[in-house]
């Protein structure tokens, strides 16, 4: 039984390095192009993340607070629309997600980007850190770029990996039977699994390059983080946000370091005047969930 054990383990473990090395993103201008251990769909794991965000606009919808600030949740959509418009440059494929964001009134430090573009930001973030609108660019690029790089997959491919190990040995051993619904886990630790901090700092430089290729001053990628540093030093790490996303000297010194390489980028759209795309109206607060702040439909984004 030990044997056998091994054996099917060596080759278990001998299939998911031969399916799971790849990279999900084109490395721009910052090299973000980090070989990925991805071994569970795309597919499996978005359905999940489609699943836990309608779940949360429909609490959202329910205390109505989805939406509630028309010319905030004017302002969020502008700025994401420049944003999704760059997103070409690291994976083509994403200008074809159906890309949504939604705003959520509630004092919680928190914004989110599940798997496939769909996207939340709470008004808290937005008015205890006072941002303007690069900062509020940088926030919102940092998430996708969570989405882009599929950090939520890669994590769900080790916890999927690390189950099915688990349950070869179940039915080696009589107790039980292998086979997990991807969807069904992804849905379930969409919002619960912390980024690892080489994911933190990846989705900070990728986010930085996309708020510039968008028009938005990348120092606005420094200063937020600044001033997530000076909000921490008096809350404690319970606080949503700052317990998943640390904020320290040597992250702002990172993002210092990629000044070099993203400036040019921004100048460059300055310079031709990057436009902002059409602002869709928001929905009435009272409005179906997940129905507004769409992405500009396929034939907008490419003109």
Same mark, same amino acid.
């Given at each position: ?44 794991? =978005? ?29 969020? =959509? ?16 994403? #200008? ?5 964001? =939604? ?25 205890? #850190? ?5 900062? +509020? ?63 933190? +700092? ?26 997530? =540093? ?24 990172? #993002? ?48």
């Amino acid at each position: 039984m030990k044997r056998l054990f091994s054996l099917v383990f060596a080759i278990f473990a001998a299939a998911m390095l031969l399916s799971g090395c790849e990279s999900t993103t084109a490395g721009g201008a910052t090299g973000s192009s980090r070989s990925q251990f991805l071994l569970v769909s795309s597919a499996a794991v =978005n359905e999940g993340a489609a699943k836990a965000y309608a779940r949360e606009m429909g609490k959202a919808h329910s205390a109505k607070a989805l939406n509630t600030d028309a010319t905030q949740t004017k302002r969020v =959509n502008a700025i994401t629309r420049r944003l999704i418009a760059q997103v070409g440059i690291f994976r083509p494929d994403a #200008l074809e997600w159906e890309w949504e964001i =939604n705003v959520i009134e509630d004092k919680a430090i928190n914004a989110y980007c599940m798997p496939g573009g769909k996207m939340v930001i709470y008004t808290g973030i937005i008015e205890q #850190l006072k941002l303007n609108d690069d900062e +509020l660019a940088a926030i919102i690029g940092h998430e996708m770029a969570h989405a882009l790089r599929e950090h939520s997959r890669e994590q769900i491919s080790q916890r999927f990996a690390t189950t099915q190990v688990v349950n070869i040995g179940s039915i080696l051993l009589g107790l039980g039977s292998a086979g997990q619904n991807v969807a069904s886990l992804a849905s379930d630790l969409i919002l619960t699994l912390p980024f690892s901090r080489s994911m933190e +700092l990846e989705a900070d430089v990728m986010g930085m390059e996309l708020m510039a290729r968008a028009g938005f001053d990348p120092n606005g990628a420094v200063s937020v983080w600044q001033k997530m =540093n000076a909000l921490s030093e008096g809350r404690s790490s319970s606080t949503t946000f700052l317990s998943t996303h640390p904020s320290d000297e040597a992250r702002v010194a990172n #993002l210092k370091s990629q000044l070099p390489n993203v400036m040019p980028l921004y100048e460059a759209a300055r310079v031709s005047g990057t436009p902002a795309p059409q602002v869709v109206e928001a929905a009435p607060a009272e409005a179906t969930p997940g129905k507004s702040a769409r992405a500009p439909s396929k034939r907008a984004r490419r003109r």
